[in-house]
Structure formats: structure tokens, C-alpha cells
């Protein structure tokens, strides 16, 4: 089954950076796009950046400071964060659109479906 594994959240002091990566795995076909979306405590899910073959989009809050890269043979996209603020603090979830099959928010994929793909999430806390 298609899983999405989060990893490199923590605690960093404001200014500071932090990286975080996301690995795809599973029968997956294709790609078209993977990025990282944010919740913070009583606030909505919102797109952080985002990733395909030929462009790249990002919050207007996070542009000229976090950047979104991706490894198409590893399956992996990366978000490097930099000039951290603590209105950044919260969980972050990768985010794939895939072409695969298996399992999927309770059905099954006989054939191959596009569909979106979430992470666990793992938190980032910008704190002094």
C-alpha cells in the first residue's frame, strides 16, 4: 500500500532552520505532484509549498524562506525552512497526487487511480 513517512520536525528557535523530508512508497505508478501542507491549533489545513515536474508554488507567507525540492528516483520531496518564525509552528503533512493502486481511504484500487495521498504529519515549533 501507498505510505507517505515524514521526517526532521522539531524544535528550532526563531531565525533558526529546519529541513524536512518525505519518502513515497508502494505501487506507485506516477508522480504528478508531491508538497507539504500545515495545520496549526485551531486553524484550517493550508498549502505550505508544492512540487511538479515543471513548477513549484508556495504560501505567500513562506516565499524568499522555505524551499520545496523533489527526487523523482527516490520518490522524496524535501522542505528546506529557513528564517523560521514562530507563526510557522505546526504539524506538517507531505502530500502526494500519485497514480498507484492498493488501498485508499478505505477502497481499493484495482487499477490504476489518481488520487491524493497524506502523511502522519510531524510537528515543527518555533520557540525561544
Known amino acids: 500500500q501507498v505510505q507517505l513517512v515524514e521526517s526532521g520536525g522539531g524544535l528550532v528557535q526563531p531565525g533558526g532552520s529546519l529541513g524536512l523530508s518525505c519518502v513515497a512508497s508502494?505501487?506507485?505508478?506516477?508522480?504528478?505532484?508531491m508538497g507539504w501542507y500545515r495545520q496549526a491549533p485551531g486553524k484550517q489545513r493550508e498549502l505550505v509549498a508544492s512540487?511538479?515536474?515543471?513548477?513549484?508554488n508556495y504560501a505567500d507567507s513562506v516565499k524568499g524562506r522555505f524551499t520545496v525540492s523533489r527526487d523523482n528516483a527516490k520518490k522524496t520531496v524535501y522542505l528546506q525552512m529557513n528564517s523560521l518564525k514562530p507563526e510557522d509552528t505546526a504539524v506538517y503533512y507531505c502530500?502526494?497526487?500519485?497514480?498507484?493502486?492498493?488501498?485508499?481511504?478505505?477502497?481499493?484500487?484495482?487499477?490504476?487511480?489518481?488520487?491524493?495521498?497524506w502523511g502522519q504529519g510531524t510537528q515543527v515549533t518555533v520557540s525561544s
Open positions: 502530500n502526494a497526487e500519485l497514480l498507484a493502486t492498493g488501498p485508499h481511504s478505505g477502497t481499493w484500487f484495482y487499477s490504476p487511480t489518481r488520487a491524493d495521498y
Open positions: 508502494g505501487t506507485i505508478l506516477s508522480i504528478f505532484s
Open positions: 512540487i511538479t515536474k515543471t513548477n513549484t
